[in-house]
């Protein structure tokens, strides 16, 4: 497959839109350890995959912007943080961005081992780039409320690992099952 062959131009400016916006809002934030997010990571993936045409990296980073939604919004849930209207329309605008791609190109059989592998390799740049204090994607220590389950740091990363390649395997297999009918 060549991944710059014909791939329509709207999506190629949706990835362009896509970038410059996350560009943007993590500016509006001004801090820099933002860009580390698995969700924003994610959207440059789908973005600079939009602007080449690299299907597999729209499906992966897709996955991610629905699922890192899906994780922020528990958090914010679970923690009761104040409002920020910003952020819950970067992470809408994420998932509909997603959802809207998976409409145009579809799903390929079982993305969850690059959508882990992609988990694992944002885990080591979070490790690598951020403050210990900002703890982005967990990779310092346990986040409430999981510290009312957990106390050793390792196995809550283990549970979470665990839980993480279920719910993509789990959701690749769903979506697998949906393409198919």
């Known amino acids: 497959m060549n991944p710059l062959g014909k791939f329509p131009n709207h999506l190629k ?19 820099p350890d933002n860009y580390f997010w698995i969700c924003h990571v994610s959207a440059f993936l789908v973005s600079g995959s939009l602007i080449f045409g690299f299907q597999k990296g729209i499906r992966i980073g897709g996955l991610w912007l629905i699922l890192g939604t899906i994780l922020w919004l528990s958090d914010e849930i679970l923690n009761d943080y104040p409002l920020d209207k910003l952020s819950y329309f970067t992470h809408s605008l994420y998932a509909i961005i997603s959802i809207y791609c998976f409409r145009r190109i579809g799903l390929f059989p079982f993305p969850w081992i690059g959508a882990f592998l992609w988990y694992v390799f944002v885990q080591l740049l979070s490790l690598k780039f951020t403050d210990p204090a900002q703890n982005i994607n967990l990779v310092y220590s346990i986040w409430p409320p ?16 665990l839980s993480i390649l279920g719910v993509l395997f789990l959701g690749s297999y769903i979506s697998n099952r949906f393409s198919d009918e």
């Not at 050793?152 to 549970?159: E, K, T």
């Open 13 to 31: 400016i949706l990835g362009i839109f896509l970038l410059s916006y996350t560009l943007i809002t993590n500016y509006l934030w001004r801090e």
């Open 146 to 161: 999981w510290d009312l389950l957990f106390s050793n740091y390792l196995h809550f990363q283990i549970f979470m690992n």
